[in-house]
């Protein structure tokens, strides 16, 4: 089997980043034109990749960017519902200052490489179960008849993954572009871009 390539991208700008607010799951926010303007650059840096197809998620934020890479570039777009941002329980709709305000002990660990991957904010998932999920998706994706993909996520949800190859929580910028690749003989392999 060839090697499969997978870019794995954050969505562009809303508000609610703008205003350091957490959206989770449960808020479904449109890109704003910064949002857009970021979409438009980085179909730029995919072009020469030549993607043959681009699963996103479901909200509108990850949709939007990958509708508009998409479009740049002639390619088609695939929702995969567990490509969603973690559910964050009481925290979504808050702003950062708030949730660290309120849990400071699990905001602590929530960004910490060597925190337990059991934490959660209460009535949310926890940084296992969005890892599990995403890694779910890929190992899906794996056998998927084409070599070149885009996937169109979060940050939290494309954090949690990035750990189970190694690469600790860091600062996600809006529209952040990583490559994991897969062959049977290596496995699993991140690529810096």
């Known amino acids: 089997m060839r090697q499969k390539d997978f870019y794995i991208f954050r969505h562009g700008e809303t508000d609610c980043n703008r205003e350091g607010r957490w959206q989770g799951c449960g808020i479904d926010m449109d890109l704003n034109d910064?949002?857009?303007?970021?979409?438009?650059?980085?179909s730029k840096r995919l072009a020469p990749l030549n993607l043959q197809v681009i699963f996103s998620s479901p909200l509108k934020r990850a949709l939007q960017t990958a509708q508009i890479v998409a479009g740049l570039n002639n390619i088609p777009i695939e929702i995969i519902p567990d490509l969603r941002e973690g559910c964050f329980?009481?925290?979504e709709g808050l702003l950062k200052t708030e949730i660290e305000r309120r849990w400071p002990d699990i905001f602590t660990a929530w960004y910490a490489p060597e925190s337990d991957m059991s934490v959660g904010f209460p009535g949310g998932e926890t940084k296992r179960q969005m890892q599990e999920r995403m890694l779910r998706v890929l190992e899906n994706l794996k056998t998927?008849?084409?070599?070149?993909?885009?996937?169109?996520?979060?940050?939290?949800s494309i954090r949690y993954l990035l750990m189970a190859f190694g690469y600790g929580p860091h600062?996600?910028?809006?529209?952040?572009?990583?490559?994991?690749t897969y062959a049977e003989d290596t496995g699993w392999k991140l690529v810096n871009i």
């Open 144 to 156: 998927y008849p084409v070599c070149r993909m885009g996937i169109a996520s979060h940050g939290s």
């Open 89 to 91: 329980g009481e925290a």
């Open 34 to 42: 910064t949002g857009r303007r970021q979409a438009e650059e980085l």
């Open 171 to 180: 600062k996600m910028p809006n529209t952040a572009l990583y490559h994991l």
